[in-house]
Structure formats: structure tokens, C-alpha cells
């Protein structure tokens, strides 16, 4: 396929305001490719990537050599073209006039193909050490040589990791579905998806062997599955309603997630976070004891990592495991933030998926593999009775600097269920009982501007829950409460890749901000209480014709969720539940 090709189709994915425009022009570029590897080659590239995020691959070219490359293709100077990039701000827009109006132009011009770039920009990935800036920098320049304007533009903004055409990994799926029968496949993909997401992998083999290849599709080891979640209520005794009272209860810890897989004869440890970044570096002290401590040398099970005082035995608050998120001195800072990890699911073992096992069977096969001491074993977990036990047992947590529990169903349905939020895994949570409303993780989709001292910052922002059904992102408050100068700073930076000047496809408004924000950053928000709203697209008509539902005095807690995606953000679902509970508790007081 020739790059032109699929620049054209990024062009009308980014003129796009809908999610179902989107699909279908996604669906009519996956028809025209030619191969498996092109259907693979295309999902990447459309998600701005040229591999799966959990191989932590990144392009690693900065804004300043891509600026060198644009200035040697063209023939311009590079102060002038970095002068450019200060006014328009958008290296892709920069990329397309330089090329535009280049100096030479070539007597024999070569059509870039998507193979080309793909495996050039691959190259660029793969270069390292010694004189790679230099490599890195003509192999760019070589492709801008050879592109139109409209090609340099994405091939710049792909490069600098800034494409974001809106379009998720669920939206390519569903692309899939339908350009090889119809929606009633994305579930079948989505199952595949959640055991291997690899999504160029998922394409290259529906497109090779069809359905029968994507059911075969199983948890393999070096590969992160999709975490299960869970469900919350608000009371030990719904607890016991939703399961029948066949449960088990185990502490929440609060630390990070983590995914560990051993394999390659017990010699290889990779661990994954709750998003499936590849942060195996931040824990060397875990893949020692996991090396030791676990009896299998090919498995892959769940836990999570919490800070720690050895001396004591007390966790520490989970905002301590942050300084572990650093490249290097990493040694050091594990000595001095030990972690313990209390492991609590058992995914895979020595060939066998442990998914479809119910919840017993997998925590007794977790147990025997353990090796327990102070710094790795089982999460604590008692098997109630009654209610009074289950009470107990949330204090003791609680008293434990936890921060309640994770209760699970013990019916013989409660397999694994990854990538899904369900009520075979319920938490409750302490701060669910000290307000009227739980706190919510919601996504920044709008900015607007402060005035007088912070003039010219964006200082509220337009938050919004997210719509699994639909894929979309729906608003439920404007918040501008909570945030210290320094968060400002800190948000003000990381929002200034994503604004865009016009509403991004996937998010559903009523409200106009100043800025639109790509959704991609999520904050935790606590709010009074939920009320009717209608300027708000949450719960929209649900309740009441023309209105939705808003929180009142939202307010940032301070809590960065950067191991959240936005699919992972509270769901419009979760806060017509939660409004559903304040009104019978308004109504039952
Ligand atoms: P939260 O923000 O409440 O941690 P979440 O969206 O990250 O929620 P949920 O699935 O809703 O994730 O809640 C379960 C989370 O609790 C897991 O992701 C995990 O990090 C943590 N956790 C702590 N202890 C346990 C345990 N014993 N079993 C399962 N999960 C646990």
C-alpha cells in the first residue's frame, strides 16, 4: 500500500467528530490492505505506534532532531525551522510546510510505501548506542526527502509520538469486525485481545486464519494479559447479597499492581503494571525473590507490590512506591523503599491457562507455589460465615493500612475474567463509607483559562466518565478545586500535547471549554454528592428527559491516576449506580 494512501485516510480520521464515522472509515482502510503484516502494519501505525506498548519500544527521537531532519530535507536552516515550531507548535504542521516548499526538489521521485516507513521508522526505534543520533536523523531525513507535504506531516507527528488520531484499540477491533463479517465478531476479538493484547498480532491473524485462528488464542507467557477489576459496593452485607453469601475476603493492599511472568526455565521475570507497561526494571528485589520463592518455572500470577518497613512489618502509603518510577540509581532506591508483595491469582502454569478455573482452584494451586516470608506471600484472605466475620475482617484491614477489601465470589462460574470489570471480584472500600459519594477517577477532556494570578494557565478542567458500551467519553463535572500551584504547573505541561481546537470524536459534550484535551489523563475526584444535571452527557435521559448527571463540589484529591488509561476511568455505568445508593440512602434517612 502506498503511504499516501493511508495519510489520506489519517486526514479524514482527524477531520472525524463521530466514533461510528470513524469506524467506518477504519473498516474501508483495513478492506484495502493487501497482506496479514499489512493489516498488522496499519492498526499500529493508526494508533501512533509501531509495536505493542508493553514492549516499552518507543521511537526515541526528539523534538529537536526531528527538526535537524525537516531542516536537511528541505533545505532551510534549522534555526528557522525550529523558530517555526515555537509559533505553530505542531511538529507535523511544521513538517508539511518546510516540505512544502522545499529547495530541491528530487528528478527522479520515489512514492513512499507503508512498508518503507514502517521499517524505517523501526529502525530509527531499534538504533542505539554510539553514533545513532546521527543514523537516526538520515534515516528521517531520507523518508521526508521522499515524501508530499500531507506524508511529512503524519510521518513528523508519528515519529514524535504526537499522532493521536482519537481512535483507541476497542475502535480498531470493532474496525476488524467488520471488515471481516460483522459487530457480532468483537467479542470474539476482544477475548482474544484481553489474553494477547497485541493488536497488530490480533489483525495479522484474523486476517491469515480467519476466526478459527483467533479463538485458538491463549495467555502466553512474556505476554501481559488484561487485568480483571472489580465491582464495589458500599456494605459488608450487599457484599454477601450479590455473591449468596459463597465468598472469600481478602485484604485491598494499597500499592501497585503487578503482573509477574516467569518463564525461558524459571530464568526469565518480566513484570507488568496494571496497564501493561513492561516495569520490570523497578523491581529488582521482586524478580530475586520471585526467582526463589516461587516453585514454578513457568507461570504467571497477580499481586500487589507495597511499600514496607521490614523492621515493623507496617505498609507504608502507596505514593512511596513512586520514587521507584525512575531509570536509573534504581538499586539504591530499592533498598531504601522496600517493597513486600502479597500475591493473590494464579493466571497460567507450566502450560496450562488458569482463566477458566473458578477463583478456589486457582488461590490453592497459588498457595502451594509459594514460598512464603516477610517480603512475598499469599494475600491475607479469610472465608466468612456471616456478615459479623466479614466485618471484622474490613476493621482488621483497615487497621492494617489497607484500604479495605477485595471480596470474591467462591460460585463455581468465577473464573478469570480479564480486561472485564464484573461481580466475581467486589472491593469495599473505607472511603466509600466516609462520604456520601465513593471518590471517582474521571478523564480531562476540557480546559478552561483562570484569570487574575493564574491568568493565561488553564486552571479548571472538564472532566468526564467513561461509556464502555459505546467507547466514548461522557462529561460529569468542571473541577478546579484541589489543584496546588505546583499540580497547575504540572497539568498545564503534560495537557499542552493534547489540545485540540476542536472536540475530539470520542468525547460527548454539552459544555464548550476553552480547549478541548484529548482524553488521556486521569485524576482522581471526590465529590459531596451526585445531583441532576443538564449540561452534563453522564447518564443523559436516564433519569429524567434532556438531564444528566453532575457532581457537586468536585474536588481533586491530589492523586495523579497515571496507571490508569482512560478506558480504565470510572464508567457512566459505576455513577448511575452510585446516584441510584444516594437516593435510597437520602430516601431510607
Ligand atoms: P482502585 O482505584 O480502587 O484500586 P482499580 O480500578 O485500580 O481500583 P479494581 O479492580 O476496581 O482496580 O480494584 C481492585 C484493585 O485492588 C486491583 O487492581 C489491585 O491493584 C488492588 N488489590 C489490592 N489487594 C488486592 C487483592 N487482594 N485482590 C485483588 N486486587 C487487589
Given at each position: 500500500?502506498?503511504f499516501?494512501?493511508i495519510?489520506?485516510y ?11 464515522e470513524m469506524?467506518?472509515i477504519?473498516?474501508?482502510l ?21 509495536h505493542p ?9 526528539s523534538?529537536k532532531?526531528?527538526?535537524?531532519s525537516?531542516?536537511?530535507?528541505s ?5 528557522l525551522?525550529d523558530?517555526?515550531?515555537t509559533?505553530?507548535?505542531d ?17 527522479f ?30 534515516l ?10 500531507k506524508e ?7 515519529v ?12 480498531i477491533?470493532e474496525a ?28 495479522k491473524?484474523?486476517f ?7 479463538k485458538?488464542?491463549e ?31 481478602e ?17 526469565k521475570?518480566?513484570?507488568f503494571?496494571?496497564r501493561?507497561?513492561n ?12 526467582k526463589?520463592?516461587?516453585?514454578a ?7 500487589e ?21 525512575r ?10 523503599i ?11 502454569l ?15 494451586r ?21 456478615t ?19 471480596i ?18 467486589i ?11 465513593d471518590?471517582l477517577?474521571?478523564v ?19 472532566m468526564?466518565?467513561?461509556?464502555e ?31 485540540r ?5 470520542r ?14 489523563i ?5 465529590a ?24 457537586r ?24 449506580e ?12
Amino acid at each position: 500500500m502506498k503511504f499516501s494512501e493511508i495519510a489520506k485516510y489519517m486526514e479524514r480520521l482527524e477531520a472525524t467528530s463521530g466514533r461510528i464515522e470513524m469506524i467506518h472509515i477504519l473498516t474501508e482502510l483495513f478492506r484495502k490492505a493487501s497482506s496479514p503484516d499489512e493489516a498488522a502494519i496499519i492498526a499500529y501505525v493508526i494508533l501512533g505506534e509501531l509495536h505493542p506498548p508493553y514492549t516499552g519500544l518507543e521511537l526515541g527521537m526528539s523534538e529537536k532532531l526531528i527538526i535537524r531532519s525537516i531542516a536537511l530535507a528541505s533545505g532551510y536552516n534549522t534555526s528557522l525551522v525550529d523558530k517555526r515550531m515555537t509559533e505553530v507548535g505542531d511538529i507535523g504542521k511544521v513538517a508539511e510546510e518546510f516540505i512544502g516548499r522545499k529547495k530541491q526538489v528530487s528528478l527522479f521521485p520515489v512514492e513512499l510505501t507503508l512498508d518503507r516507513v514502517y521499517n524505517t521508522l523501526d529502525k530509527i526505534a531499534k538504533t542505539a548506542g554510539e553514533g545513532s543520533i546521527d543514523v537516526k536523523v538520515r534515516l528521517l531525513t531520507s523518508l521526508l526527502i521522499d515524501s508530499t507535504p500531507k506524508e511529512a506531516r503524519y510521518i513528523a507527528r508519528l515519529v514524535d509520538g504526537t499522532l493521536r488520531l482519537g481512535v483507541a484499540d476497542m475502535t480498531i477491533l470493532e474496525a476488524l469486525a467488520l471488515c471481516k463479517g460483522s459487530r457480532e465478531l468483537k467479542p470474539i476479538l476482544e477475548e482474544a485481545y484481553n489474553k494477547y493484547p497485541d493488536i497488530g498480532y490480533i489483525a495479522k491473524v484474523l486476517f491469515k486464519e480467519g476466526l478459527d485462528g483467533i479463538k485458538k488464542i491463549e495467555v502466553t507467557p512474556g505476554i501481559p494479559i488484561r487485568p480483571m477489576l472489580a465491582e464495589r459496593v458500599r456494605s459488608p452485607e450487599e457484599a454477601w447479597e450479590k455473591t449468596g453469601g459463597k465468598l472469600a475476603a481478602e485484604f485491598k493492599y494499597d500499592g501497585e499492581r503487578v503482573q509477574i511472568h516467569k518463564f525461558d526455565n524459571g530464568n526469565k521475570v518480566l513484570i507488568f503494571s496494571r496497564r501493561l507497561e513492561n516495569i520490570t526494571h523497578q523491581f529488582p528485589d521482586v524478580i530475586e525473590l520471585v526467582k526463589k520463592n516461587v516453585k514454578a518455572d513457568n507461570v504467571i500470577f497477580e499481586g500487589e507490590a507495597v511499600a514496607f518497613d521490614p523492621e515493623t512489618g507496617e505498609f507504608k502509603p502507596f505514593q512511596e512506591l513512586m520514587h521507584r518510577k525512575r531509570k536509573h540509581d534504581i538499586e539504591r532506591i530499592a533498598r531504601e523503599i522496600p517493597v513486600t508483595l502479597r500475591v493473590f491469582d494464579l493466571i497460567y502454569l507450566n502450560g496450562v491457562s488458569y482463566l477458566k478455573k473458578p477463583f478456589i482452584e486457582r488461590r490453592r494451586r497459588l498457595e502451594e507455589i509459594i514460598e512464603s516470608n516477610d517480603y512475598i506471600k499469599p494475600s491475607e484472605i479469610i472465608y466468612p460465615r456471616d456478615t459479623k466475620e466479614l466485618w471484622e475482617f474490613f476493621h482488621l484491614a483497615i487497621e492494617n493500612g489497607c484500604e479495605g477489601l477485595v471480596i470474591k465470589s467462591l460460585a463455581s462460574n468465577s473464573v478469570y475474567q480479564a480486561g472485564a470489570r464484573g461481580w466475581l471480584w467486589i472491593k469495599l472500600k473505607r472511603d466509600y463509607r466516609a462520604e456520601l459519594t465513593d471518590t471517582l477517577d474521571l478523564v480531562v477532556v476540557g480546559g478552561l483559562y483562570g484569570r487574575g494570578r493564574k491568568g493565561g494557565l488553564l486552571s479548571s478542567f472538564l472532566m468526564a466518565v467513561y461509556d464502555e458500551k459505546n467507547d466514548v467519553f461522557k462529561t460529569v463535572c468542571k473541577v478546579g478545586t484541589g489543584f496546588k500551584d505546583e499540580d497547575l504547573t504540572e497539568m498545564n505541561k503534560n495537557l499542552k500535547p493534547l489540545i485540540r481546537d476542536r472536540r475530539p470524536a470520542r468525547v460527548i459534550a454539552k459544555m464548550e471549554p476553552d480547549v478541548w484535551i484529548e482524553p488521556q489523563i486521569v485524576l482522581e475526584i471526590q465529590a459531596a454528592e451526585i445531583t441532576l444535571s443538564p449540561i452534563h452527557t453522564c447518564a443523559y435521559g436516564v433519569f429524567q428527559e434532556d438531564v444528566g448527571l453532575a457532581l457537586r463540589f468536585p474536588r481533586f484529591t491530589g492523586r495523579y491516576r497515571y496507571d490508569k488509561s482512560p478506558e480504565d476511568a470510572t464508567t457512566e455505568k459505576e455513577v448511575i449506580e452510585m446516584y441510584k445508593r444516594q437516593r435510597r440512602i437520602v430516601t431510607e434517612a
